[in-house]
């Protein structure tokens, strides 16, 4: 069997968000409906920011940038 390798991207959600950046959910979904955050909203309602997106907004407002959050996902899948 072979074994291959795919990203997995990730994504985080508006409440770690928050919490990260110690505001309220409230301020972070308006940064998302300002377009200063991008986000994808899921069919229940709920926003979903990508990792790299939310590593972009840090790095434009001059926020501090923990690694830890930001290390990729890997998940190995098995290829018949």
């Known amino acids: 069997m072979k074994q291959e390798t795919q990203y997995k991207e990730k994504h985080i959600t508006v409440k770690d968000i928050a919490d990260y950046c110690m505001v309220s959910r409230i301020t972070v979904r308006r940064w998302v409906r300002d377009g200063k955050l991008s986000a994808m909203k899921l069919p229940s309602g709920h926003y979903r920011i990508a990792a790299d997106g939310f590593r972009d ?12 959050l930001f290390e990729s996902e890997y998940r190995r899948k098995e290829v018949t």
């Open 57 to 68: 907004f840090l790095e434009r407002y001059n926020m501090p940038i923990k690694e830890e």
